[in-house]
């Protein structure tokens, strides 16, 4: 899924989530965080 803001798909009459589709999601913020422990980022808030 490329573009826009994940919440507004997530609440539009359309959507559809599908498996693969999630384990992209989960993959890429587990990335994400990885990444900014490795340069001793500070994250907040995530939920």
Same mark, same amino acid.
């Given at each position: 899924?490329?573009?826009?803001?994940?919440?507004?798909?997530?609440?539009?009459?359309?959507?559809?989530?599908?498996?693969?589709?999630?384990?992209?999601?989960?993959?890429?913020?587990?990335?994400?965080?990885?990444? /900014? !422990?490795?340069?001793?980022?500070? !994250? /907040?808030?995530?939920?």
């Amino acid at each position: 899924i490329s573009g826009g803001e994940l919440f507004e798909r997530v609440v539009a009459d359309d959507f559809t989530l599908t498996e693969k589709d999630s384990i992209i999601f989960v993959r890429q913020i587990c990335e994400a965080v990885a990444y /900014m !422990h490795q340069k001793n980022l500070v !994250h /907040m808030d995530l939920k």
